[in-house]
């Protein structure tokens, strides 16, 4: 079985359960008065550590841009030596050696010119059997972090890196699901929460994982369940649309990602003070974008839709993310077929979907088709956490794969040259599918196939079975044994290929061959001199390597 057989099989034929949870803040942030100005202040780790090492700090919010003039930082009320950033108002110690196992007490006092000093305290337990992070990760693992990061690079976003900790924190939950056999099909458990009393607890919920390992940014976590690779669940994540919502965010700067079994775990990690920004997927100009939706996600998106049923297109999305940005509404939306046809969309806005807040998921009603240019058009409005308001908007062209499943053996097999005809989108629209008639493969845009038949052939005629060239050229086949053909169909194309006759039809009007097609084993095989004379594709023939190439 090839790879994108194996995906296929899993998207249509294996229930995927996969949950998305966000922690929008790991902590709270207590407000308290100071004199002529405020602040208030996230001191961490807080509660039960499991590292040796764990960033001891404290992040301030502060009313006025003020610098301190000094500042001291004690552990156990030793002096020691803390770093300022005063970009992210941070004050951070990092253990040079691991600790001990008990309870700490952190202090921090700085002082502003013209201010009483202010003096910072709080506790932590290192407990037994903390761990130091490992920097070193698997393949598989660093497989995964290509994988977002190659989605992140056709969205026009930053690339993220790995955090040792967020690595850490994915690892012991993948390892408490797999030992505590978590079945989310079976049972109402969520994939996201973690019970006491069962091995491997460290924290029953992502804000206390995210303590737990001294965790600090604010941080989600996507979870997927299905006996798949990594790279393929996270693939899976990205399709269903609320798991989508943190690979789109600006901010993300740091991810953790670990499988154990059918459990895949993946942590994302955000920094503070981006600004606001709005990001659609698919992406300007994107150039194999998936066609169908087919479910198994949780919350269900279609929960509110109660018309409607998968398989649907693939869902289009809108967010704009930043830390001063409260909720969004959407204004307009629109998409739009290559002939300037209005697709139908389910709508997913804040207000009537309790699982959004800053993004809108677009669902058209249908799977979209094959091969084709849509155009879309969103208008946004974002309400900041002051109580303004701000418009954002875009309007941008994509368009779908040729074949189920391609664009992405496209953009993991080399995410540079994806890009690069991403910017070649308007000059370049070809596709290009090469048959090895002496062979059991085709290439579909540098992708290999293996042929469901080897080519046919007869008193030096070549023939290809039309199923093999159906998927290579995006289109369909039925077959009508009224008729005795094979019935081809791609967009406003349908061609009648007989097998018992010297003939075929398009779109209704018949057409005399001395090529036509052959019913061979019961298959349909096609004449290759039949291709450019019946789909109007460029069809060359290449002796030396008994290869049809076709461009379309």
Not at 10 to 19: C, G, H, M
Not at 350 to 370: C, N, Q, R, S, Y
Not at 423 to 438: E, M, Q, W
């Amino acid at each position: 079985m090839n790879a994108i057989q194996a995906r296929r099989k899993w998207t249509t034929s294996v229930k995927i359960i996969a949950a998305l949870f966000v922690l929008l803040s790991s902590f709270i942030w207590p407000s308290k008065p100071s004199y002529a100005f405020s602040y208030g202040y996230l001191a961490y780790p807080q509660g039960n550590v499991g590292l040796l090492r764990p960033d001891i700090g404290v992040d301030l919010e502060l009313s006025e841009g003020k610098t301190p003039d000094s500042y001291h930082f004690y552990l156990n009320d030793q002096e020691v030596k803390a770093t300022y950033d005063p970009v992210s108002v941070k004050y951070v110690y990092q253990p040079k050696e691991d600790l001990a196992p008990g309870t700490y007490s952190a202090r921090l006092s700085f002082k502003f010119d013209g201010y009483e000093p202010v003096q910072m305290n709080w506790s932590f337990t290192v407990v037994k059997g903390a761990a130091t992070p490992s920097p070193e990760t698997s393949q598989e693992q660093q497989a995964g972090l290509q994988a977002i990061n190659d989605y992140r690079l056709k969205m026009g976003l930053p690339q993220v890196k790995f955090s040792d900790a967020l690595n850490l924190a994915a690892q012991k939950h993948a390892q408490y699901l797999s030992q505590n056999k978590i079945d989310p099909i079976k049972t109402a458990v969520s994939l996201h929460d973690e019970d006491p009393a069962l091995p491997g607890y460290i924290g029953k919920s992502l804000k206390e994982r995210s303590q737990f390992i001294g965790y600090a940014r604010a941080s989600s976590e996507d979870v997927a369940y299905n006996q798949v690779s990594l790279v393929e669940a996270i693939d899976s994540l990205f399709d269903a649309p609320y798991h989508r919502t943190p690979f789109m965010v600006p901010g993300l700067v740091e991810v953790g990602v670990y499988r154990v079994g059918a459990y895949h775990v993946i942590e994302f990690g955000f920094s503070d003070g981006v600004a606001p920004d709005l990001v659609v997927s698919p992406g300007s100009n994107d150039v194999y974008v998936p066609t169908i939706f087919d479910g198994h996600e949780t919350p269900d998106p279609l929960r509110n839709h109660t018309e409607a049923a998968y398989p649907v297109g693939y869902p289009i999305m809108a967010s704009i993310n930043g830390p001063d940005v409260k909720k969004v509404s959407l204004d307009e939306a629109e998409l739009k077929d290559e002939n300037g046809k209005a697709v139908s969309l389910m709508k997913n806005v804040p207000g009537t979907d309790d699982h959004l807040d800053t993004e809108v998921i677009l669902m058209p009603t249908k799977p979209l088709a094959l091969d084709t240019t849509y155009e879309a058009k969103v208008k946004l409005t974002a309400t900041m956490k002051d109580g303004s308001t701000k418009s954002y908007a875009k309007e941008w062209t994509f368009r779908t794969e040729p074949r189920e499943g391609l664009g992405v053996l496209k953009l993991h097999s080399d995410s540079a040259s994806y890009i690069l005809q991403m910017g070649n989108f308007g000059l370049n629209r070809n596709h290009t599918v090469s048959f090895a008639l002496s062979g059991d493969k085709y290439v579909l845009d540098l992708i290999p196939y293996t042929m469901k038949q080897k080519p046919y052939i007869q008193e030096g005629t070549s023939f290809l079975y039309i199923r093999d060239l159906a998927a290579a050229l995006g289109a369909t086949v039925e077959w009508d044994d009224k008729l005795k053909a094979a019935v081809y169909k791609k967009k406003d194309k349908t061609i009648m290929f007989y097998t018992n006759r010297d003939a075929y039809s398009l779109n209704g009007v018949e057409h005399q061959t001395g090529d036509a097609a052959k019913l061979v084993n019961e298959t349909t095989m096609i004449p290759v001199r039949l291709l450019s004379e019946a789909l109007g594709a460029k069809v060359t023939y290449v002796e030396s390597s008994k290869t049809v190439n076709i461009s379309y």
